[in-house]
């Protein structure tokens, strides 16, 4: 009988994926918003080291979508051992970190199979801001690992639309009482 024999290549490899979201299509200027970046190893081989990386969208005068410089701030959780930072022994904590306050994600975080962190963005949409507020994170694969499905390593552009709220205010002075014969009726003055 005759006999043949095949040479597969086996690859050390996981599905690194990261995802960014704000769970909405429109926000409005001047108010809190948030974001939600997911970074996640679907496969089964242990990636330490992974990079991760957004420049959140800032205002740029006179106009454009973004926060405000300085009122942005992130948090992380981990979640089946990953860590929020490479080289770290506290993981797999679900309770977020401290606030980290900064224009810019960049960091690297270990990723055992199966496992993923979470980076919740909060900031302040700045007051002027108008158009399509644009959001994206990027991860990077360490060497020595192969990634199948590089596609997913950079997240689906969010877009959100900006709206404009005016800032309407009321109020009422009163300026003066005038009381020409010293009994009523008096006239009163007010500024609105």
């Known amino acids: 009988a005759d006999t043949g024999s095949v040479d597969t290549e086996l690859v050390f490899g996981t599905d690194l994926r990261v995802a960014t979201t704000d769970g909405t299509v429109s926000a409005v200027a001047g108010q809190a918003h948030v974001y939600t970046i997911v970074v996640e190893n679907t496969g089964f081989a242990n990636a330490n080291g992974v990079?991760?990386?957004?420049?959140?969208?800032?205002?740029?005068?006179?106009?454009?979508?973004?926060?405000?410089?300085?009122?942005?701030?992130?948090?992380?959780?981990?979640?089946?051992?990953?860590?929020?930072?490479?080289?770290?022994?506290a993981c797999g904590l679900t309770d977020p970190t401290a606030p980290v306050f900064t224009d810019?994600?960049?960091?690297?975080?270990?990723?055992?199979?199966?496992?993923?962190?979470?980076?919740?963005?909060?900031?302040t949409?700045?007051?002027?801001?108008?158009?399509?507020?644009?959001?994206?994170?990027?991860?990077?694969?360490?060497?020595?690992?192969?990634?199948?499905?590089?596609?997913?390593?950079?997240?689906?552009?969010?877009?959100?639309?900006?709206?404009?709220?005016?800032?309407?205010?009321?109020?009422?002075?009163?300026?003066?009482i005038t009381d020409t014969n010293g009994n009523a009726p008096f006239t009163l003055n007010y500024r609105i």
């Open 51 to 89: 990079a991760v990386a957004d420049s959140f969208p800032l205002f740029a005068a006179p106009a454009g979508p973004g926060f405000t410089s300085g009122s942005v701030s992130w948090q992380c959780r981990a979640f089946n051992g990953a860590c929020c930072n490479s080289n770290t022994s």
């Open 125 to 176: 949409l700045d007051p002027r801001a108008t158009g399509t507020l644009v959001n994206q994170a990027a991860i990077t694969v360490p060497s020595g690992i192969e990634d199948p499905i590089t596609e997913n390593n950079v997240s689906v552009d969010d877009d959100t639309e900006l709206l404009v709220q005016p800032g309407l205010r009321i109020s009422k002075q009163l300026r003066s």
């Open 104 to 123: 810019a994600l960049a960091g690297s975080v270990d990723l055992p199979a199966q496992s993923r962190v979470e980076f919740t963005v909060t900031g």
